[in-house]
């Protein structure tokens, strides 16, 4: 046994366990979010980004990502906005009308669709505009005593760090903790995450809540993130792709016990087979629409165990709960764990490169007229994590 982690304060909610699942597009929907709880309680749990002006013009799909399930709590939504006053009117709808217990900030984003528009992790680099926002939504938020936590990069490269001026903003706008993925726009997802800067963060920013966030595939990742940064708790993104009994393992070792799932191909195939039908009941029955969601998951799943190529190809195309069944009946379900063959990184890591930007982006951190216009844009057409 080990030292139990103190549990996470995120204003009035208290996490019993200090972690929190990353909000990713196309992967923390409902129907995700609930398999992952059922391993373990105690975290919070992001819905996928949505952005504020399609919150605000009630765009259907936007509403339906928003939804959560009736024993889910706290109901956690990110959104993403460059527009202080649509901003606040995403939050104002999201607490008046009882959709939100906590609201995060994506300015980590670095999504090329999203930075060249000015917004995701470009936008810190603009300091009266970032502040603006968080200004914003925390004044909405607070009023019906809903949290709000800011999720931000680095920075935008290595020559235009802002995570020490963005963090000092928010805390100074009142958002409850603060999250670091502690790399850079420019790597993408590529190269190591730098922990050493959320120690620094965490220690510009204390005694407010500092979250770390970036290469955590394991339980003893995330210990060993809390005790060289000193951070609060953990955001875990791609480490759970096709295990979502890492939060299992993470509830595990936060407790301060030994406790690890390793589960058997049988009973990843049942985990993968539930995924399916929540996903089918996300859409309303319609069983393609869910399959389809499904299909991006099954390498995740199966990594590291015997499957075979024709039989992960066949999966990958799969288009009823039926014919799933068919496919997983053609397992073996007493192939054991793998151990590190199925654990580590999942996920596409990518490559560095040149973060698109705005015209002049860079010139200055004080926003231009010309730029004013272009960010009003940004949020038309956004996706991405």
Same mark, same amino acid.
Request: a negative charge; charged letters at 25%.
């Given at each position: 046994?080990s030292?139990?982690?103190?549990?996470?304060r995120?204003?009035?909610?208290?996490?019993?366990?200090?972690?929190?699942?990353?909000?990713?597009?196309?992967?923390?929907n409902?129907?995700?979010?609930?398999l992952?709880?059922?391993?373990?309680g105690?975290?919070?749990?992001?819905?996928?980004?949505?952005?504020?002006?399609?919150?605000v013009?009630?765009?259907p799909?936007t509403?339906?990502l928003?939804?959560?399930?009736?024993?889910e709590?706290?109901r956690?939504?990110?959104?993403?906005?460059?527009?202080?006053?649509?901003?606040?009117a995403?939050v104002?709808l999201l607490?008046?009308?009882?959709r939100?217990?906590?609201?995060?900030?994506?300015?980590?984003?670095?999504v090329?669709?999203?930075?060249?528009?000015?917004g995701?992790a470009a936008?810190?680099?603009?300091k009266?505009?970032?502040?603006?926002i968080v200004?914003?939504a925390?004044?909405?938020?607070?009023?019906?005593?809903v949290?709000?936590?800011?999720?931000?990069?680095l920075?935008?490269?290595e020559?235009?760090?802002?995570?020490?001026?963005?963090?000092r903003?928010?805390?100074?706008a009142?958002v409850?903790?603060?999250?670091?993925?502690a790399?850079?726009?420019?790597?993408?997802?590529s190269g190591?995450a730098r922990?050493e800067?959320?120690?620094?963060l965490?220690?510009? !920013? +204390?005694? @407010?809540?500092v *979250?770390?966030?970036?290469?955590?595939? $394991? #339980?003893?990742?995330?210990?060993?993130?809390?005790?060289?940064?000193?951070?609060?708790?953990?955001?875990v993104?791609?480490?759970?792709?096709g295990?979502?009994w890492?939060f299992?393992?993470?509830?595990?070792?936060?407790?301060g016990?030994p406790s690890?799932?390793?589960?058997a191909?049988g009973?990843?195939?049942?985990?993968?087979?539930r995924?399916?039908?929540?996903?089918v009941e996300?859409y309303?029955?319609?069983?393609?629409?869910?399959?389809?969601?499904?299909?991006k998951h099954?390498?995740?799943?199966?990594?590291?165990f015997?499957?075979?190529?024709?039989?992960?190809?066949?999966?990958a195309?799969?288009?009823? !709960? +039926?014919? @799933?069944?068919? *496919?997983?009946a053609r397992?073996?379900? $007493? #192939?054991?764990?793998?151990?590190?063959?199925?654990?580590g990184?999942?996920?596409?890591?990518g490559?560095p490169?040149?973060?698109a930007?705005?015209?002049g982006?860079?010139?200055?951190q004080?926003?231009?007229?010309?730029?004013?216009?272009?960010?009003?844009?940004?949020?038309?057409?956004?996706?991405?994590?």
């Open positions: 046994m030292t139990p982690t103190p549990p996470l995120i204003g009035r909610h208290t996490l019993g366990s200090p972690f929190v699942l990353a909000p990713m597009a196309g992967i923390t409902r129907a995700f979010r609930r992952c709880r059922e391993y373990a105690g975290g919070a749990y992001v819905s996928e980004m949505v952005t504020s002006r399609a919150l013009e009630r765009h799909e509403m339906r928003v939804e959560h399930d009736p024993d709590h706290p956690s939504v990110q959104l993403y906005g460059v527009d202080p006053v649509v901003m606040a995403a104002r607490v008046e009308e009882d939100a217990d906590h609201i995060d900030l994506n300015v980590g984003c670095p090329p669709k999203v930075t060249r528009k000015g995701g936008l810190p680099w603009k009266d505009l970032f502040a603006a200004r914003a925390v004044r909405e938020a607070s009023r019906y005593d949290p709000v936590t800011v999720k931000m990069r920075g935008i490269d020559d235009h760090l802002t995570f020490l001026d963005a963090g903003a928010a805390r100074d009142g409850a903790a603060v999250a670091l993925h790399r850079t726009a420019a790597q993408h997802y190591h922990w800067e959320i120690a620094r965490k220690e510009a !920013l +204390d005694p @407010l809540p *979250l770390g966030n970036g290469d955590i595939w $394991s #339980a003893e990742d995330a210990l060993a993130m809390v005790a060289q940064t000193g951070c609060d708790g953990v955001v993104g791609r480490g759970c792709l295990r979502p890492l299992a393992d993470l509830a595990a070792a936060f407790a016990s690890r799932v390793t589960p191909l009973e990843v195939a049942a985990a993968l087979r995924h399916a039908t929540y996903l996300m309303d029955g319609e069983e393609l629409l869910g399959c389809r969601d499904l299909r099954i390498a995740w799943y199966l990594k590291g015997p499957a075979g190529s024709t039989l992960r190809t066949e999966l195309l799969v288009d009823s !709960l +039926d014919r @799933l069944d068919d *496919l997983l397992l073996d379900p $007493s #192939a054991p764990w793998p151990g590190s063959d199925a654990e990184p999942r996920g596409r890591a490559t490169k040149t973060v930007l705005p015209e982006w860079l010139d200055s004080e926003l231009t007229a010309a730029q004013r216009v272009l960010v009003g844009q940004a949020e038309l057409s956004v996706s991405g994590g």
